[in-house]
């Protein structure tokens, strides 16, 4: 056979796609649809490693901290800056505190011109939210007036909430967050070396991704199949031999199959604008960052339609057309098992030179990853027909609509396997993903001690403030419920260089009891707390020792002879009744030795009482609690930071990939429900004339309906047991892989099949309606 | 309405239906006595299949009334015309329209199993009727594996094991060879009156009509009563 009588039977093929009339179109469209939607799927794929480097280029780009400890001197362009970051609601907004030094000193990435004291300029999403009626809070902690918009080369997205204020005075000191640059940007910007587990964790992700787009796409050029099979029993008629029919058959499939990645590349532009004005999960882009890699598109042009064509040369070994307009699947081979098992066999073999490496040698081997996770899942699709063809041969005889249905998987089970293999294929790298998510979680979040019972806010103030008066701020305010404020500095046995020191914590007896467990408690007390080591026994004798009633103390001692760390020296005697407390185990703070009340403390000492920070806790019962006690923070502070309690922390980049998995997982499962509806409706169709007979005969339609339940039932419940096996032994060989003992994790497990079989139930629920339709008995008429 | 012919079966009066702009049917009329065999004959497009599928209660006619028994079909609802399918009609089409994923003899088993019938006793019957109708030997293969001519006498058994009074068949023997068809028709006409039952017979072939008693021709969806001369 010669490429030039290939070529000719594709393109004949291709001819017969557009020319088909109506029903051709109907057909053509749907595939383009199907295949168009894939499309545009692995072109955003293939667009994701612009979008993180785009983002990180302008994280870098706008970089302002100061890594050297040593300040440039005051220049025409030199500016300080100061981060201000707040957060509104759940949304993080990045906020900067910016002084011009010089005139030489360069504008902040993105923004044309300094915004003067009292002004600032903002994203263009800020600015929404600002003028929203909603957002009065925020425009009373962000009391500036706008003077303008930050660009596209300032902002990581188009939702990306952010202002540059102007300010005048800002104070560099050591504990300030001031910095003072004299440009932006992160020096030698190296790439960040990302954990080999979670560097495991995108590939395992792309490829259980993608995976169902790739079977879906297989799916879709399949479309109207039957139809196309009448249509090639004609041409068998007029002279066209077999080989000669299935290249022909070929050609529609590659029509079809071009005209996706037409419609692919349309919706994937429309995307990309859509995409840039939504947000999703918390994460925005700009649609000049979904460019494709090119080269990554071009092997997506190209693979698409040469899998189109292998797909239906392959599809049509099973059939057989005759030219008298009658095609006949040929009498089905016996499927064999032994072949289908390589695959899965091939993907665990690649994978097993990996199991036991964990973290600590290095990148795992990421084209034996791909390769392995990849072959694992495509087993799936390679088991599910053999699966559901060996189960359905034994089901036994039941009701009608129970026979009608089997009967029907018993002549067809490769069509209802197709069905339902991308529903698998999801549902098993979903179960996989999540053994790994669930299995190596503890190893990503760390418990931070924080019990957001008690403290629902902490802030951190950039410089001190005077003890007295900054709770009571807090506590007058709105949706306050209590603030703990406490002060700490050290005393020594000397005034200056003491021998021995430690540390003191001043506070009101309300303030101290968060530290310590107090019997009583008056204004003028004096605590010691006794802590103890991890087995229990008395850590800090010494300590106790040294606050011995009577004794001269000093506190805040100098340090460093004559010239450093002058500190107040203030003479303290112990007074009588100090006490020896338990420390609390859930202490606000690490550290708390000496707990002083203030009018124990000698007047001297009040210049030294500052506050570095408040504990707040909320009433959860007053909406906004949280913006109220950050507006109060702002407004005592600008530089100040706002702190939520949580009791466990994730790595960022886990959340990151755990959310791309969400992100990816929602349109992965449209996408397949899609096809599953369009697969659905068309066999419908097909069986349009025998479904009107049956009604003719007086079958019921509720028989009918359920027999079409049952089919798609049946295989889809076999393929969610198949993904359940595939999916739990890759999560294990995964879980293995990161050296993490492998736990089920049943829930996972349901949920993702529930997910999977929830998805069905819809589809079979829309396919519903039209079923009816269907059963009408004028479907007998045929002019 | 007018009074339906004494000892009649089925009698339909003014029929009327209308798809779009076509008339279908445009005045109608249609009697058959128990046991008869009525051709309904006429070209292409003259509303034979619509006049069978309004008298066996598929589609519903605009107008006009249709009395099965002494009862209207008309007015009865969709599910007691259904049941009254199930029960007392047979269909036979033009393709045989047996279901692909059933062996021949389930498809026979078929409308009993509608009725409710235990599959075991469908089965037996199916298969009694099968041999009248010399396709017994086919009970195990599904309807891709046999021939047009077979498959259509499965049909016809699937229409008679439920010893219908009233059978329906729509260009029986349209997609088979001349042969095949006259034995088709044999076997049909022969187990029609074997069990007495009417068949109300569409066709545009004479041949086949002949084995009709009496012939109705439908053209531009009115009928004509056609008597045979014997």
Not at chain 1, 253 to 279: D, H, I, K, M, P
Not at chain 1, 292 to 302: I, Q, R
Not at chain 1, 377 to 390: F, Q, R, Y
């Amino acid at each position: 056979m010669s490429p030039r009588q290939w070529a000719k039977d594709l393109a004949l093929g291709a001819r017969f796609a557009v020319s088909g009339g109506r029903e051709g179109w109907v057909r053509m469209t749907l595939t383009a649809v199907g295949v168009g939607l894939g499309v545009a799927l692995l072109l955003l794929c293939t667009a994701l490693p612009n979008v993180f480097a785009a983002r990180a280029k302008v994280e870098d780009a706008r970089f302002d901290y100061a890594y050297s400890a040593k300040t440039p001197p005051k220049a025409d362009n030199t500016f300080l800056i100061a981060a201000t970051d707040t957060t509104w609601h759940d949304d993080d907004i990045r906020g900067r505190l910016v002084e011009p030094e010089g005139e030489r000193a360069p504008l902040p990435p993105g923004v044309g011109s300094f915004p003067g004291k009292g002004e600032m300029v903002v994203s263009p999403a800020l600015r929404d939210l600002l003028a929203s009626d909603d957002a009065e809070l925020l425009r009373q902690r962000l009391p500036y007036t706008i003077t303008g918009t930050i660009g596209e080369s300032g902002l990581i997205g188009s939702h990306e909430l952010a202002y540059y204020a102007g300010a005048s005075g800002l104070k560099l000191t050591d504990v300030s967050p001031v910095h003072r640059l004299t440009e932006y940007g992160k020096p030698d910007a190296k790439p960040e070396k990302t954990d080999p587990v979670l560097l495991l964790m995108v590939l395992v992700v792309f490829v259980v991704l993608l995976t169902p787009v790739a079977v879906f796409i297989a799916a879709a050029v399949r479309f109207g199949g039957e139809r196309r099979d009448r249509r090639l029993a004609a041409l068998r008629l007029v002279g066209s031999d077999s080989h000669m029919t299935r290249r022909i058959a070929a050609g529609e499939a590659l029509a079809g199959a071009v005209l996706g990645l037409v419609v692919g590349t349309g919706f994937f532009l429309l995307g990309r604008q859509t995409l840039g004005s939504t947000e999703v999960l918390g994460v925005s882009v700009w649609p000049g960052y979904l460019d494709p890699s090119p080269t990554l598109a071009a092997l997506v042009a190209v693979a698409v339609p040469v899998a189109a064509v292998l797909v239906t040369l392959l599809a049509m070994r099973g059939v057989v057309v005759e030219p008298l307009g009658v095609v006949r699947a040929a009498r089905q081979r016996r499927r064999r098992l032994w072949w289908r098992l390589l695959p899965p066999l091939a993907g665990l073999a690649m994978l097993y030179p990996m199991i036991g490496k964990g973290r600590g040698n290095g990148d795992f081997n990421k084209y034996l990853v791909t390769g392995g996770v990849l072959l694992l899942l495509i087993g799936i699709t390679a088991l599910l027909p053999w699966v559901v063809d060996a189960v359905v041969v034994r089901l036994g005889k039941g009701a009608l609509s129970w026979q009608l249905a089997v009967r029907r998987l018993q002549l067809s089970s490769g069509t209802a396997a197709r069905m339902v293999n991308g529903i698998a294929v999801a549902v098993a790298g979903a179960i996989a993903l999540q053994m790994l998510f669930t299995g190596t979680q503890s190893q990503y979040t760390k418990a931070t001690g924080e019990d957001p019972a008690r403290v629902q806010m902490q802030v951190e103030f950039s410089d001190r403030k005077p003890l007295s008066g900054v709770e009571r701020e807090f506590t007058g305010a709105k949706g306050v419920r209590a603030a703990v404020n406490l002060a700490n500095l050290q005393y020594g046995d000397a005034r200056r260089d003491p021998e021995n020191s430690n540390g003191l914590t001043v506070g009101d007896c309300t303030a101290l009891r968060e530290l310590a467990t107090l019997p009583s408690c008056k204004d003028g007390d004096v605590f010691v707390t006794r802590t103890r080591s991890h087995y229990g026994t008395p850590s800090n004798a010494d300590e106790i020792a040294l606050v011995k009633p009577g004794r001269r103390l000093y506190i805040d001692p100098s340090y460093g002879g004559d010239t450093t760390e002058r500190g107040i020296e203030a003479l303290w005697t112990v007074p009588a009744n100090v006490r020896v407390v338990e420390a609390r185990k859930d202490s606000l703070q690490n550290y708390n030795g000496l707990l002083v009340t203030p009018a124990a403390l000698p007047a001297k000492a009040a210049p030294a009482l500052f506050s570095e920070g408040v504990y707040v806790r909320l009433d959860p019962s007053v909406p906004d609690s949280r913006e109220y006690a950050r507006n109060v923070a702002a407004r005592i502070d600008p530089l100040a930071g706002t702190y939520s309690w949580s009791a466990t922390q994730e790595n960022e980049k886990y959340t990151s990939i755990r959310t791309g998995l969400y992100v990816g997982s929602a349109f992965v499962l449209a996408l397949i429900g899609a096809s599953l509806l369009v697969s659905q409706l068309e066999q419908l169709r097909e069986r349009r004339k025998l479904l009107s007979a049956l009604v003719a005969f007086g079958a019921r339609r509720r028989t009918l309906s359920l027999s079409v339940l049952w089919q798609t039932a049946l295989p889809v419940g076999l393929g969610l047991l198949l993904a359940t096996t595939v999916g739990v032994t890759l999560g294990s060989v995964l879980l293995k892989m990161t050296r993490t003992p492998v736990a089920m994790d049943w829930a996972s497990v349901l949920t993702m099949t529930g997910v999977g079989a929830a998805v069905v139930a819809v589809v079979t629920l829309l396919s519903l309606p039209p079923l009816l339709r269907m059963m009408r008995p004028e479907g007998l008429r045929t002019e | 309405m007018t009074t339906s012919p004494p000892g009649s079966l089925l009698t339909a009066h003014d029929l009327r239906k209308a798809y779009g702009p076509t008339h279908a049917l445009d005045g109608a009329e249609f009697s058959i006595h128990p046991g008869e065999i009525v051709a309904i004959m006429g070209p292409s497009g003259s509303g034979k299949s619509t006049l069978l599928h309004c008298l066996a209660g598929i589609v519903p006619p605009d107008s006009g009334s249709i009395t099965y028994n002494g009862r209207e079909l008309t007015t009865m609802s969709d599910a007691r015309r259904s049941a009254l399918r199930r029960s007392e009609f047979g269909f036979v089409f033009q393709f045989g329209q047996l279901v692909p994923e059933l062996t021949c003899v389930e498809n026979v088993a078929l409308p009993l199993r509608l009725n409710g019938t235990s599959r075991k006793d469908a089965e037996k019957a199916a298969l009694t009727w099968m041999e009248r109708l010399e396709v017994d030997d086919l009970k195990a293969k599904r309807p891709g594996e046999v021939s047009g001519g077979q498959g259509q006498r499965v049909a016809v058994a699937r229409a008679l094991v439920t010893g219908p009074r009233l059978l329906f068949a729509d260009e029986p023997t349209g997609a088979l060879d001349s042969s095949n068809g006259e034995r088709v028709m044999e076997l049909l006409t022969e187990a029609a009156r074997s069990t007495n039952a009417a068949v109300v017979l569409v066709t545009h072939e004479t041949r086949v009509a002949a084995y009709s008693d009496r012939e109705v021709v439908v053209r531009d969806g009115k009928s004509r009563d056609m008597e045979r001369a014997v």
